[in-house]
């Protein structure tokens, strides 16, 4: 089992910046790939940025260069710096741990409001 607790999110401006943290406990050494997603009321939830434990990582198009994906092994932490923020990344935010162990199991945070006023 995985638990995880995400903070960091808030109100701000267009064009200003936040910074979300996610801290993993419990089987932390079995994580494989770390992530962030997004959803906006009656949309799907979607995918913004990932990281493997090897430190590879990938953005959706729409936050490339604006946001930066980066984790803490030591601390079982992952991040999400988002920078230049727009009205249209305002969403509750996940955070996500895969863990590979025959079947790939997905864990999930509870999740943290970003809102960004025009």
């Known amino acids: 089992q995985v638990r995880l607790v995400e903070s960091g999110g808030g109100l701000v401006q267009a064009g200003g910046s936040l910074r979300l943290s996610c801290v993993a406990s419990?089987?932390?050494?079995?994580?494989?790939?770390m992530g962030w997603y997004r959803q906006v009321p009656g949309n799907q939830r979607e995918l913004v940025a990932r990281?493997?434990?090897?430190?590879?990582?990938s953005l959706v198009d729409s936050v490339e260069g604006r946001f930066t994906i980066s984790r803490d092994s030591a601390k079982n932490t992952v991040f999400l710096q988002m920078d230049r923020l727009k009205p249209d990344d305002t969403a509750v935010y996940f955070c996500?741990?895969?863990?590979?162990?025959?079947?790939?199991?997905?864990?999930w945070g509870q999740g943290t409001q970003v809102t960004v006023s025009s």
């Open positions: 996500n741990a895969e863990v590979t162990s025959g079947a790939t199991f997905r864990y």
């Open positions: 990281i493997s434990r090897g430190g590879s990582t």
């Open positions: 419990g089987s932390t050494s079995s994580i494989s790939t």
